[in-house]
């Protein structure tokens, strides 16, 4: 008799945007996407303009370009920051949240620090004050694109965050391993069984790959039903 695969104690909490798919989720989705997208853009068009203007790579003076300055050394910052947020929003999901609030971080750093670095050797970014008022901008941008969906005291009840938060809540109380009781409770059981050997033998389909995902960190009979059902 084919058993069930072995499941890891702990994983990453389950029910979140990469596995729900719900109407916010896909919202949440949707504007992580975009708005990684659309800084990536901003951030390769001032790269590849700094690159044709020809800028000395090094030097702390810079040149103009759309309105700040740059040098080639910023330029290739700009296209590799490009191409970080650019592969987040192909991820999807919790990546391209988690890329944007870092990149976010890391402008608003960015931009204190060469508020203290103007007009000195330090300054290897060449930045003017200019800089340092986009950066802060670009900065606060992504941090509230990033954070999106994730921050708030009343988040919707299909809102994936919030159900990442009832999870973890949930695994922190011993749920008791009752045993299926009503008939319900026991298709329940076998669905669960069949989509599981499905997923040993490589055979599930996607939905049935998903729960199976979804209920990685369940440690209990009781635990496992009730992310089954919450998923349909």
Not at 6 to 35: F, Q, S
Not at 89 to 96: E, L, M, Q, Y
Not at 165 to 175: I, S
Request: hydrophobic residues 45%.
């Amino acid at each position: 008799m084919t058993t069930a695969p072995t499941r890891p104690t702990r994983t990453p909490p389950r029910l979140h945007e990469d596995v729900a798919e719900t109407p916010t989720a896909r919202r949440v989705k949707t504007v992580h996407r975009i708005g990684a997208y659309t800084v990536a853009a901003v951030l390769a068009v001032f790269g590849v303009l700094g690159f044709i203007g020809g800028l000395d790579y090094f030097s702390t003076d810079g040149g103009q370009v759309a309105g700040l300055s740059s040098n080639g050394l910023l330029s290739t910052i700009s296209l590799l920051t490009a191409a970080v947020l650019v592969a987040g929003a192909v991820k999807g999901g919790r990546v391209a949240g988690i890329v944007m609030t870092g990149v976010g971080t890391a402008f608003l750093l960015s931009a204190f620090w060469h508020l203290f670095v103007l007009n000195t050797q330090l300054n290897v970014l060449a930045f003017q004050m200019s800089n340092v008022i986009f950066s802060i901008v670009v900065g606060l941008l992504l941090l509230t694109l990033g954070l999106y969906g994730r921050v708030s005291g009343n988040l919707p009840d299909d809102n994936p965050y919030r159900a990442n938060l009832v999870t973890r809540a949930q695994d922190d109380e011993e749920e008791p391993d009752l045993p299926a009781r009503t008939p319900e409770e026991r298709r329940v059981e076998v669905a669960i069984r069949e989509a599981e050997i499905a997923v040993a033998e490589h055979r599930a389909t996607p939905e049935q790959a998903a729960r199976v995902e979804a209920m990685r960190s369940e440690r209990t009979k009781a635990g496992r039903r009730r992310v089954w059902v919450q998923y349909s």
